[in-house]
């Protein structure tokens, strides 16, 4: 197994998404872990890209419960319903926030995080078993190529649920 993500920085998004998604599959591929999964996938998206935060949920109980994440510290339960991961595992859809001010609801861990984007996870019975949660501090830096594209990598994810 690769011991270290090697994308070039002066690579645009889709370039290293491209790059990005066949090394994160093979990262995971070998390794039955969740939360060794989740850990790995969360520290590879954070070093790419840098965002302000990144990591996950599980779905535990109807709540949502902090998992592996790069990033300050966050809130550690989330709500059916509440907030932007809330809202996503509700209506098992990917949400992208271009200004978290304008989401009514939205739950801030941070004051520094102004747009975020949360993918559900499914499983084989398409119930969502977790959300992938991506906070920005910058606004124009989240977009539909991120979506589309993490979206590919909480499929990857779902078949190691
Ligand atoms: N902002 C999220 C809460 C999670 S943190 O951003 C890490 C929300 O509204 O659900």
Redesign the pocket.
Known sequence: MAEEITIDASYSKQQKYEVLLPQIAALIAPESDLIANLANVAAALKEVFGWW?V?F?LVKANELV?AP?Q?PI??TR?KYG???????WKEGKSLLVPD?EK?K??????SK?VA?I?VPIFDKQKQVIAVL?V?SEQFDVLDDTDVHDLEIITTYLSLKF
Not at 105 to 110: E, L, M, P, R
């Open positions: 935060w990591g949920y902090l994440f990033g966050a809130c989330i509440q907030g932007v991961c809330g809202t996503a978290v989401f609801g939205h739950i801030a861990c941070s995080s975020e949360v949660d906070d």
